[in-house]
T-cell receptor, first 115, second 114 residues
Framework: GAVVSQHPSRVICKSGTSVKIECRSL??????MFWYRQFPKQSLMLMAT?????????EQGVEKDKFLINHASLTLSTLTVTSAHPEDSSFYIC???????????FGDGTRLSIL | AQKITQTQPGMFVQEKEAVTLDCTYD???????LFWYKQPSSGEMIFLIY??????QNATEGRYSLNFQKARKSANLVISASQLGDSAMYFC???????????FGKGITLSVRP
């Protein structure tokens, strides 16, 4: 149980393109989903917390207009990197949990490369 | 503020031996939870084990056990009978009652030698 699916796993695109990443909880309803960014050989950096049906809460320094998050249902959250540039290249990973007393379960991540 | 510290350099262990990965934490909240995640080179984050601050016993999950020493604020992960597939990055993380966001340590790289 507790499977989180993230798609796509790999994106390579030109600078200026907008990229949408999906995060789905397959066998449970996730009241909260999280989006992280990870640079090589570093820890995960929380970008934003997404609660179903409400606006995402962004961490300090994360541009909300750049990284659009939508959590339209209890099983789906999306992250859209708008007008992506090479500095946005990174590993993006989502997680989902049922409630505060349960561990976060992670998707497999998305490697984004902007040329 | 809450903080997780993982200071070990890359760790090496011989296959079939046990290894301990260190984690210390800091929080003023009496209610907190500690997690260990494994991240192979493919990138996915795999939940391994959880310890609650009020749990009386140390958590165990198969070959994984958590050596929880509350007074020392440490939550070391013990992997018994290491396997080649255990080679990965390991992250210690914490949530508190006041802050439900996961705070991660820097991670430790474990390499299992045949």
């Amino acid at each position: 149980g507790a499977v989180v699916s993230q798609h796509p796993s790999r994106v390579i695109c030109k600078s200026g393109t907008s990229v949408k990443i999906e995060c789905r909880s397959l066998d449970f309803q996730a009241t909260t989903m999280f989006w992280y960014r990870q640079f090589p050989k570093q820890s995960l950096m929380l970008m934003a917390t997404s609660n179903e049906g409400s606006k995402a809460t962004y961490e300090q320094g994360v541009e909300k207009d750049k990284f659009l998050i939508n959590h339209a249902s209890l099983t789906l959250s999306t992250l859209t990197v708008t007008s992506a540039h090479p500095e946005d290249s990174s590993f993006y990973i989502c997680s989902a949990r049922v409630d505060e007393n349960q561990p976060q379960h992670f998707g497999d991540g998305t490697r984004l490369s902007i040329l | 503020a809450q903080k997780i510290t993982q200071t070990q350099p890359g760790m090496f262990v011989q296959e079939k031996e046990a290894v301990t990965l260190d984690c210390t934490y800091d929080t003023s909240d009496p209610s907190y939870g500690l997690f260990w995640y494994k991240q192979p080179s493919s990138g996915e984050m795999i939940f391994l084990i959880y310890q609650g601050s009020y749990d009386q016993q140390n958590a165990t999950e198969g070959r994984y056990s958590l050596n929880f020493q509350k007074a020392r604020k440490s939550a070391n992960l013990v992997i018994s009978a290491s396997q080649l597939g255990d080679s990965a990055m390991y992250f210690c993380a914490m949530v508190t009652g006041a802050n439900s966001k996961l705070t991660f340590g820097k991670g430790i790289t474990l390499s299992v030698r045949p």
